[in-house]
């Protein structure tokens, strides 16, 4: 009997142990300082080939190395594929500007999660251009795409988007 109430307590025991047991919740400010630490590119794509995308890594601000050129033009060759882990697509700026960062930084990651659809862009039926704004690296990379004119959270921060890369050009 006391073999078997030691074999029970042993059992609880390593239950216990291997339990990862709860996890609190990551706050607002946790959520915003892992999407500020990852890859962050943001720009815009539009009719006739124009794209224009900066990347945000590591505080170093980044611009296409084929921003002069539109894609149907001989010479560009963006990597689409892995648009944040191909060095040829970047060319350094330097330290990345305040505004830059803090529009990581506020990514409302929950307003962009549930979106089934992320490109969303109807200025394109008439050669028009829309914001861009891609998450991550490698296959955790994801993109999105348009206006999202149907979802306020999302319109208002794409909008950001837009003019801070407007402001970027000027």
């Not at 962050?40 to 002069?68: C, I, M, N, P, Q």
């Not at 944040?84 to 990345?96: I, K, L, T």
Request: proline share 8%; aromatic share 12%.
């Amino acid at each position: 009997m006391p073999t078997t109430h030691l074999i029970s307590l042993l059992l609880l025991f390593a239950i216990s142990c291997s339990s990862p047991g709860l996890q609190p919740a990551p706050t607002t400010d946790t959520v915003a300082e892992t999407v500020a630490t990852q890859p962050f590119v943001f720009g815009s794509r539009g009719g006739h080939g124009a794209e224009t995308y900066f990347l945000l890594k590591d505080g170093t601000l980044y611009r296409s190395a084929y921003a002069d050129l539109r894609t149907n033009e001989e010479g560009y060759d963006f990597n689409y594929d892995d648009p944040v882990g191909d060095a040829s697509n970047w060319e350094r700026v330097g330290p990345a500007p305040a505004e830059a960062t803090e529009l990581a930084a506020d990514f409302p990651e929950s307003a962009f999660t549930p979106l089934a659809d992320t490109e969303n862009c109807p200025a394109l039926a008439y050669d028009g251009s829309c914001p861009y704004l891609g998450i991550g690296e490698g296959r955790s990379y994801q993109a999105y795409f348009g206006d999202f004119g149907d979802i306020p959270q999302v319109a208002e921060y794409m909008e950001r988007v837009a003019t801070l890369v407007g402001r970027m050009l000027q």
